[in-house]
């Protein structure tokens, strides 16, 4: 069994690469066609659709470049609540956020918004309600005040092209994904719950700066 589902998530990281490359070619056609289109409501539609196909692409190109390994990162000693503040802004999403202790932790700052946006995005799409952001030391906790996670993805993890529950919105299945692989590769963990009150939750768990840099504890 276990090699069956060895060999199924191979064929799966197989299939995702091949489609990605294979669709960028004639994408790129088709995103130079579009802008040359005269100028009215149906050129913006026929745009709006070619640049969402666009980011599927990009998104599908980035889940292969993870799943090869093929991901490095830029490591640096992070202030935690100001690179939280800045994630939250450049989503230009209404989020709640609570520092309960701010630290210093070890990570990448480009990776780590990829991550936060994911997460933050994902609840506003599929969550409901208001979105609260919480800091306390190292870790960072997401939730939203919808219908939770669904039971497959609490069990297993994201899944690529699997979406969530009907409650929680129709989408590809790939924003968790790509920010669990980011979490990996900062050397993160990124765990996925349902709040007692009710709503999902995601905690990423962040490496302190002292871990690798040597910082005296204070």
Do not use: C, W, Y
């Not at 995702?16 to 056609?29: F, I, K, M, Y």
């Not at 990448?108 to 946006?117: Q, S, V």
């Not at 906790?141 to 994201?158: A, I, K």
């Not at 669990?180 to 768990?205: C, D, E, K, S």
């Amino acid at each position: 069994m276990s090699r069956e589902l060895h060999r199924r998530l191979e064929d799966e990281q197989r299939f995702t690469a091949d489609v990605a490359h294979e669709l960028r070619t004639p994408l790129t056609g088709l995103v130079t066609a579009a802008e040359l289109l005269p100028p009215g409501r149906p050129t913006q539609l026929v745009q709006n659709r070619v640049q969402a196909l666009r980011a599927l692409v990009e998104d599908l190109l980035e889940v292969s470049r993870l799943d090869a390994d093929a991901e490095l990162p830029d490591l640096s000693a992070v202030p935690l609540e100001r690179a939280v503040r800045r994630t939250v802004t450049l989503t230009g999403l209404d989020v709640a956020v609570e520092v309960a202790a701010d630290a210093s932790v070890r990570t990448d700052l480009r990776r780590l918004d990829r991550i936060l946006g994911n997460l933050l995005l994902n609840a506003d799409r599929h969550g409901g309600g208001a979105i609260h952001l919480r800091v306390d030391g190292h870790r960072i906790t997401v939730r939203d005040h919808g219908p939770g996670f669904p039971d497959e993805l609490l069990r297993d993890g994201p899944q690529r092209f699997r979406t969530s529950v009907r409650e929680r919105g129709k989408g590809h299945g790939l924003g968790l994904t790509i920010a669990q692989g980011h979490t990996r590769v900062i050397g993160a963990t990124l765990t996925f719950t349902n709040h007692p009150a009710g709503g999902a939750l995601a905690t990423l768990t962040l490496p302190p700066a002292d871990e690798e840099f040597g910082d005296e504890a204070p």
